[in-house]
C-alpha cells in the first residue's frame, strides 16, 4: 500500500528538484556578495577596506607576502584537484563494475524471460 499516490509521486519529485536548484540559487547569490579584495589596492583592498579593521588585525598582516600565499593556494588548489579526479575515476570505475556485475545480468535475464508472464 502505497503512502502517496502515483499522482503525488510526480508532484513530489519535480517539487524537490525545483526546491534543490532554487536553494542552490539562494546559496550562489548569498557566496558572490562576499567581497574578495586584492592586495594591489584595487577593488577594496586600499585604505578604505582596512578602515573598520582594528590595530591588531593590521599588525599580523605586516611582513605577509601575498605572492607567497597566492602560489600556496594554488598549490593547494591543484592538490585538491589531482584527488577530486582521482576519487572521482575510482569511483566511476568501482560503479562500472557494479553495472556489469549486477545490472547487465539482470536486464539480460528479463529480458529473456519476458515472453513467460
Not at 611582513?63 to 575510482?90: K, M, N, P
Amino acid at each position: 500500500m502505497a503512502v502517496i499516490g502515483t499522482a503525488g509521486a510526480e508532484v513530489l519529485i519535480p517539487l524537490a528538484a525545483v526546491i534543490g536548484i532554487a536553494f542552490a540559487v539562494f546559496q550562489w547569490y548569498v557566496v558572490a556578495k562576499v567581497p574578495v579584495p586584492s592586495h594591489d589596492g584595487e577593488d577594496g583592498g586600499g585604505a578604505a577596506a582596512q578602515k573598520g579593521r582594528s590595530g591588531h588585525d593590521e599588525s599580523a598582516e605586516d611582513g605577509v607576502d601575498y605572492r607567497q600565499v597566492e602560489a600556496r593556494c594554488a598549490e593547494i588548489q591543484h592538490a585538491i584537484s589531482i584527488g577530486a579526479t582521482s576519487f572521482l575515476f575510482t569511483e566511476y570505475r568501482y560503479t562500472h563494475a557494479f553495472d556489469v556485475k549486477f545490472c547487465f545480468p539482470k536486464c539480460f535475464w528479463c529480458h529473456l524471460h519476458r515472453d513467460e508472464k
